[in-house]
C-alpha cells in the first residue's frame, strides 16, 4: 500500500533554533517527493521538489535530502524565524501520477 | 493576478442541506483539484478534472459532484450535506506537467461546518 508518514506529528522550538522534520514513504514507482508549507489557515505552498537522482537541495533556511534507498526524505530548517511556524507537508509522486500526502509535521516556533 | 481563488471562505449550514463550493483559477491550468483536510487524514483527494467537461473521482468523492463547464471554474457541491463532511476544503489546479511533479497551486481554503 501506498504510503507516506511524517515525524514528528507536532514540533515546539525556540526561535534561532534548528530543526528536522523526517518523511518514510512506501510509493512505488517513486517518482518524486515535494515538501509544502502550510501557514495556518492559507493553502500549501511548494518549497522543493526532489527527484531520484537528487541527494540534497536548499531553498533558503530550507534544506531537503532524499534517499531513495531508504524511502526516507527529511526537511531541515537552519537558524529558524517565527514566520517558520506552519505545518509542513511531505507528497510523493508515483510514476503513473499519483500523488499520495503525509498528514503533516506541526512547527511552532517561540520567541 | 488573483491565481487562484475559493469562495466562500466560510460556510455554516444544516443537515440535509446543499452547498456549492466556489473555485476560480485564473493561469488556464488543465487541471483542477478538490481536496478535504481533516485532522488525522491529511489532505485527501475528493474529485479531480483534467480538462473542462472532463471530470473524475478521487480517493473520497462519495456525497460530492462536481461540473467543470469551463476551464477556470470548478464548483464543488453536496447535494445534500452531513455532519462528517465538516472540514475544510481545498481547491487547487496544476498545469499538465506540473500533475507529475506535485505542483500544485492551492487556494486559500472553505472552512465549512455542517449542523
Known amino acids: 500500500k501506498n504510503q507516506v508518514e511524517q515525524s514528528p506529528q507536532s514540533l515546539i522550538i525556540l526561535e534561532g533554533k534548528n530543526c528536522t522534520l523526517q518523511c518514510n514513504y512506501t510509493v512505488s514507482p517513486f517518482s518524486n517527493l515535494r515538501w509544502y508549507k502550510q501557514d495556518t489557515g492559507r493553502g500549501p505552498v511548494s518549497l522543493t521538489i526532489m527527484t531520484f537522482s537528487e541527494n540534497t537541495k536548499s531553498n533558503g533556511r530550507y534544506t531537503a535530502t532524499l534517499d531513495a534507498d531508504t524511502k526516507q526524505s527529511s526537511l531541515h530548517i537552519t537558524a529558524s524565524q517565527l514566520s517558520d511556524s506552519a505545518s509542513y507537508i511531505c507528497v510523493v509522486s508515483s510514476s503513473g501520477g499519483k500523488l499520495i500526502f503525509g498528514q503533516g509535521t506541526e512547527l511552532s516556533v517561540k520567541p | 493576478d488573483a491565481g487562484i481563488t475559493q469562495s466562500p471562505r466560510y460556510k455554516i449550514t444544516e443537515t440535509g442541506r446543499q452547498v456549492t463550493l466556489m473555485c476560480h483559477q485564473t493561469w488556464s491550468h488543465s487541471y483542477m483539484f478538490w481536496y478535504r483536510q481533516d485532522l488525522g487524514h491529511g489532505l485527501r483527494l475528493i474529485y479531480y478534472?483534467?480538462?473542462?467537461?472532463?471530470?473524475d473521482k478521487g480517493e473520497v468523492p462519495d456525497g460530492y459532484v462536481v461540473s467543470r463547464s469551463k476551464t477556470e471554474n470548478f464548483p464543488l457541491t453536496l447535494e445534500s450535506a452531513t455532519r462528517s463532511q465538516t472540514s475544510v476544503y481545498f481547491c487547487?489546479?496544476?498545469?499538465?506537467?506540473?500533475?507529475?511533479?506535485?505542483?500544485?497551486?492551492f487556494g486559500e481554503g472553505s472552512r465549512l461546518t455542517v449542523l
Open positions: 478534472s483534467a480538462a473542462a467537461d472532463i471530470t
Open positions: 487547487a489546479s496544476s498545469q499538465v506537467a506540473g500533475v507529475r511533479t506535485g505542483e500544485l497551486f
